[in-house]
Structures are given as C-alpha cells and as structure tokens.
C-alpha cells in the first residue's frame, strides 16, 4: 500500500468569545511580550483595537506591528523582524486574513534565524537549513473564515523582484494555539465574506479531488464543503448569524488542514489572475470553479458523485456541478472573468504562469499549457 506522511496536530480554541482566553493562550505559549501582527487595513477597526485592550487590561505589554500590504512582500516581513528585535518581543499573535496570519507567522519563524528568508523557500528539503531554536512562538487569531493559514505550516509571501508569490514552510511555523471566534469575523464587507467563504470550499474541494492517498483530508474535505454549502448563504443573508459564521470558521481550518494533500487548476489559474489583475483571491476562485470541474471532469466523475450523495443531491457529477452554479448564483459571484474585469490581453502569460504554479501539481489532471487555456477561455466567455 502507498507510504504517507499526515500532520494535523492544531490545538484549536473554537467558538464565540474565545478571545477572552488570548491571555492564557498566549500564557500555554510561553508567550509574555507579544508583538500583534496584522495588515494595516485591520489595524484601526474595533476587532484589533478591542484586542490590544484586552491584552493591556490584562497587564500583558503587547506591541503592534500593521505595515503589511494585502499582499505581504518581503520588505514587510523584514521591518517586521526589526520590530520584533527591537521590542524586545518573544511570540507573536498573528492576526487578520490571510496576509496578518501569514506575516505573522514568517515573522516569527524568522526571528532567529541568520540566513535569509528566501533560503527557506518550500522547495525539497530547505526548510532544514532554519535553526529551530530562532523560531519564535505563534498564537494565530482569524479574523476571517477563509484561509485557514492559521492551522497551516507555511506563510505567502510575494516576491517583489519576480512578482511572484512563494511559500515559506517549516513545520515550526505552526501556530501554538489558536483562538478560532466566529463574533470576529461579524464586521467583515459582504463581499469578503463570500470570497473568503468560498476560498474555503477550493480548499475542500481541491484537496478532496486532488490524486494520493490522504482518507484524512478526504473526510475532512467533504465535511468542510457541506458546512460551506449550508452556512455561506446564511451568512449572506443575515451577517450577524454567528453559529453560521462559526460553521463557516470551522471549514476553513477543515480547508487547509486538507489541502496539504493538494489543491489544483482552481488556484492554479486564480494565483497568476490575482497577481496580474489584483482580484480577490478567493472570488477568482469562486469564478473559475466550475470551469475546473468541467475540464477535470473525466477524473473526478465518480469521486464528485460521491460527495453529491453525501450533500443529499442526486448521486451525479452533474447535480454537484450545479449545485457550485446555484451557490455561487446566490451569492453574487460574477459568472465570468470578464465580469470581473479581466481581458484577454495576458491570456498566453497567464498559461505560462498557471502551469509552473506550486499547485498545479495537485490538479486531478495534468494541467498542460492548453488545459489551463481552455479553462481560462471558459471563465472569460462564461461556457461551462
Ligand atoms: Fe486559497
């Protein structure tokens, strides 16, 4: 039988008002002067700010960090290490969406360390040349349901020489604790919290039609789908649902616990979108989904009408299919590219880009240069 390897070992504190317990999250951590780390949009709301009152009435001398772009760069990471040294800080809260979290967690990995950020790169064994001793402690706070970064091992960081996005992995980068609270995400726009809901669903799905034998994330994948299907719309339709907003937390930890077994084309195309035309990453996602399935079809029929069955559809490929259509017709998403738009211009790029993609890899089909193409061109004439 195939050989695997499986980590999932996140101590998760879950529900509304556990971020009452920071204090003692940060305590279990071995944490006592915490640099808070989040992106600079997030800094002022009430949410950060409600945070670091917590903390100080609690006595605990905490430090901001907020100079992160929506997409982290380097220069980011290192003005945050400077912060870090420089208070006199020993963890770090990494807090927000997917930026906070990510620098967060990079920042913390790369207190210590001596070499450069890029020689930690997720490519082979790199992550081995960081002293562990260096790593510094991470509690993760989410303040949306999308990501999951926060129950992941690696943060994304763009590369402003190359333009590229690339991963930052070593197994330390854990978070020690995280405060998962779903009364968090309540002032999110509308529109981030059905792209972000549906990031979570490409994580699920991803993962679950991803090749490989991973039974763990497979029924972890198909759990957090159904949780997506039930609770995004009803956070669509009242924002101040809570245990829908907790559902909605839930898968998207269930999203990237699954998806170290793989993602696929639906980030692989939306990756090199978003760099190029600065779209929501994932509402790109939401916009290429059912695209992905059509082309990815041969493989996943028997696999999606399994799921099917399992969300109480008829047990067909084609009732999940429109069953994505239906969810995605509720909540707005635009039906194409060009809704959202993008144009043709950089079609041959986006090919290039989408196939040497760290997930394409993933994709339950080989995704060539003519496969993403055709994906591409279904999204941006709307032909599923
Ligand atoms: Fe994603």
Redesign the pocket.
């Known amino acids: 039988m195939t050989k695997a390897n499986w980590n999932y070992p996140t101590a998760i504190k879950f529900g509304p008002g556990r971020i009452a317990e920071l204090p003692e999250a940060l305590k279990a951590a071995g944490i006592s002067r915490p640099l808070l780390v989040t992106d600079s949009g997030l800094a002022g709301l009430p949410v950060t700010q409600n945070t670091l009152k917590l903390l100080k009435d609690a006595g605990i001398p905490v430090g901001l960090f907020a100079d992160v772009k929506p997409n982290p760069i380097s220069a980011n990471v290192e003005a945050g290490i400077k912060v870090l040294r420089e208070g006199g800080h020993d963890g770090v809260i990494a807090f927000g969406g997917g930026s906070g979290l990510d620098v967060g967690k990079v920042i913390a990995f790369m207190a210590g360390q001596t070499r450069p950020m890029w020689d930690f790169e997720d490519i082979g064994d790199w992550w081995t040349r960081a002293d562990p001793a260096g790593i510094f402690p991470i509690v993760a706070v989410p303040t949306t349901a999308g990501?999951g970064s926060e129950v992941g091992r690696a943060g994304v960081i763009t590369d402003e020489t190359t333009h590229t996005k690339k991963v930052i992995f070593h197994p330390l980068m854990m978070p020690k604790v995280v405060i998962a609270d779903p009364e968090l995400t309540v002032g999110m726009p509308k529109f981030i919290t059905v792209g972000t809901g549906m990031?979570a669903l490409?994580?699920c799905l991803e993962a679950y039609c991803a090749p490989g034998y991973h039974p763990l994330a497979d029924g972890i994948a198909v759990e957090g789908i159904r949780l997506v299907f039930e609770n995004l719309p009803k956070v669509y339709a009242d924002p101040l649902d809570v245990e829908a907003r907790g559902h909605l937390m839930s898968a998207a930890a269930m999203g990237a616990t699954a998806f170290q077994k793989g993602l696929g084309a639906i980030?692989a195309l939306s990756h090199p979108v978003g760099a190029l035309y600065d779209t929501h990453?994932?509402m790109t996602?939401a916009v290429f989904m059912p695209y992905v399935l059509a082309v990815n079809r041969v493989a996943v029929e028997a696999k999606l009408a399994r799921l099917s069955a399992y969300l109480g559809l008829a047990p067909t490929y084609e009732a999940f299919l429109h069953a994505v259509i239906a969810l995605r017709l509720r909540l707005d998403v635009p039906h194409t590219l060009a809704e959202f738009k993008v144009d043709g211009s950089k079609r041959e790029l986006i090919g290039d880009m989408a196939i040497v993609d760290p997930t394409a890899g993933g994709n339950p089909v080989e995704l060539t240069k003519d496969r993403a193409l055709e994906i591409f061109d279904r999204a941006m004439e709307g032909r599923v």
Do not use: L, S
Request: hydrophobic share 10%.
């Open positions: 990501t990031d490409a994580h980030h990453h994932g996602n």
